[in-house]
């Protein structure tokens, strides 16, 4: 079913397509599509599971032999690129969906939440295994923050056109380079203001990041010593 939706989504557009359309083309009953997938939403949800699920396995390689944090995240990058390549010529009817405040389809959603979450946890993977040393502060912030600068990196890839979106591989080596250095500059004390900053900045006005916070910051006082905690 998800091959099917995913084939009618890229030729006749996400909206136009109905889960008996789905069901019929997939030769099974509409009662057995709904039984597995409650609407479209759902397999688009399916679709992004699918995705984390292959990122994951292709970025073992680069964790296991990169340190450096700009290597580790330029490499997590672009492997999201080579994994979604196939999907970038109808990337844009997800995005119109997944703009809206309001759909199951955004990455803050709670519909999402698993999803974001599994995005989240592959970036504490890469600033867990790096080398860079990085403020204890910011380390609890910086994989939400690195989640949300690979955000940006995807609506700058579904509007590029340019041949194997070439673009949008140099702005995630280039990100991850900002990025990585950014968060060595982070252990000078007079840099730290700026940083909570930008952290408090991105909880405060971008929806579903107040919990996420929360949560990641009870998790990581969970593993400072009581000096830290308190």
Do not use: C
């Not at 397999?43 to 699920?53: C, E, K, M, P, S």
């Not at 194997?164 to 591989?169: H, P, S």
């Amino acid at each position: 079913m998800l091959e099917t939706a995913l084939r009618l989504f890229q030729e006749r557009g996400y909206d136009r397509t109905t889960m008996r359309a789905i069901a019929q083309e997939a030769g099974v009953s509409v009662g057995n599509a709904y039984y597995y997938f409650s609407g479209k939403e759902h397999l688009v949800q399916g679709f992004y599971d699918r995705i984390a699920t292959q990122h994951r396995a292709a970025i073992r390689g680069v964790l296991a032999r990169e340190t450096g944090l700009e290597a580790r995240l330029g490499g997590v990058l672009t492997a999201w690129l080579d994994i979604a390549e196939p999907y970038h010529r109808f990337s844009a009817q997800f995005f119109k969906n997944a703009a809206d405040p309001d759909s199951p389809l955004s990455p803050f959603s709670p519909e999402s939440g698993p999803t974001r979450e599994a995005a989240i946890s592959v970036h504490r993977d890469v600033l867990a295994g790096s080398a860079t040393k990085v403020d204890p502060e910011l380390r609890l912030a910086l994989p939400e923050l690195m989640w949300l600068t690979q955000m940006g990196l995807v609506l700058y890839w579904v509007y590029d056109r340019s041949p194997g979106a070439e673009r949008t591989r140099r702005l995630a080596l280039r990100g991850a380079r900002l990025i990585a250095r950014g968060a060595a500059l982070s252990r000078f004390r007079v840099l730290r203001p700026l940083v909570r900053e930008v952290h408090e900045l991105f909880v405060e006005f971008l929806p579903g990041m107040a919990g996420m916070a929360g949560a990641a910051g009870m998790a990581g006082a969970a593993k400072l010593p009581a000096d830290r905690t308190e």
